[in-house]
């Protein structure tokens, strides 16, 4: 049985990858691939994690998991998209390490869903506009405790994925940075799904109305549909016009000053994500998904 295992990151896709996923679980079910609701399994795989860091297995625990999703037993892969597996939003970061604890949270899924194909997908976001996307989406005493403690310049995705890969070597790992999701996001429900639609899947297009001005994914939705495009390079320029001309600024900005920091930091920071994310393309077993 194949597992795969999106793990946000945090404020990143914002739950719209399992939105559009579970929109065709029909379709996906008669393939054999399971994509249900997070809160039908999020709290048992997160606590059988728990039980297991304090040293209490959970015996049978994939018979378990398989009747919370109500899945049949020779179902070929199961969808979990849930950032939620490895830690609650506020404790993201101490403030140096991004997911600490990350290795020892990972293995213990690996424990528990020993004897399946997994394969792991992370999307990763320029600490600039993630850390006060972070501040702004905590309370007061979590914000002030980040605060107390950050250190930006230090903040490194290519430690998680580490961490990840050494808590769990065997599972593939799929990581992209979530600047670039509109140019590969039609790649991304096909990889974490491991489906082809003939078509597009149902309601794909919604995730471009989280940057979009109002009737701009409709527009582009439309125009690939009676000019379908002939590769996936002439897909990305057909998205890179509409989001030049539909583009919403005001989806997009992050307010910085909530963090303290002045426009130069701010690119340092930044400079300091393009050097993280060139390791990371370049680490062993890890496969990049770029436009």
């Known amino acids: 049985m194949e597992i795969a295992l999106h793990l946000g990151a945090h404020l990143t896709d914002e739950g719209l990858l399992d939105k559009c996923l579970r929109k065709n679980r029909s379709e996906l079910a008669d393939a054999g691939i399971v994509v249900k609701r997070t809160s039908n399994y999020l709290n048992l795989m997160r606590g059988a994690a728990n039980d297991l860091a304090n040293g209490n297995d959970t015996p049978d625990f994939m018979a378990k998991l398989l009747e919370a999703l109500n899945a049949p037993e020779d179902s070929r892969r199961l969808v979990f998209s849930a950032p939620g597996l490895m830690t609650q939003l506020s404790q993201v970061t ?21 004897g399946t194909d997994a394969e792991i997908f992370i999307a990763i976001r320029n600490p600039a506009s993630f850390i006060p996307a972070l501040l702004q989406h905590v309370v007061d005493f979590e914000r002030a405790e980040i605060l107390e403690n950050l250190r930006p310049e230090e903040l490194r995705w290519s430690l998680y994925i580490d961490e990840i890969r050494q808590g769990w070597p065997e599972a593939s790992v799929t990581v992209w940075c979530d600047e670039d999701t509109p140019f590969i996001w039609h790649r991304l429900l ?15 297009f919604n995730w471009f109305d989280s940057v979009m001005l109002k009737g701009g994914a409709a527009k582009l939705a439309a125009y690939l549909e009676a000019n379908p495009p002939v ?32 426009e130069a930091r701010t690119d ?20 990049f998904i770029s436009p």
């Open 190 to 204: 096909r990889l974490v799904s491991n489906y082809e639609p003939e078509t597009e899947f149902k309601n794909s």
């Open 231 to 262: 590769d996936e390079a002439h897909r990305q320029q057909v998205i890179s016009a509409f989001l030049d001309k539909y583009c919403d600024p005001a989806k997009l900005d992050v307010d910085v000053s909530i963090a303290g920091w002045d």
């Open 268 to 287: 340092v920071i930044s400079e300091l994500y393009e050097e993280d994310t060139a390791k990371i393309r370049q680490m062993e077993g890890v496969k």
């Open 94 to 114: 101490d403030g140096t390490i991004l997911y600490p604890g990350a290795m020892a949270r990972i293995a213990c899924y690996r424990h528990l869903l020993a």
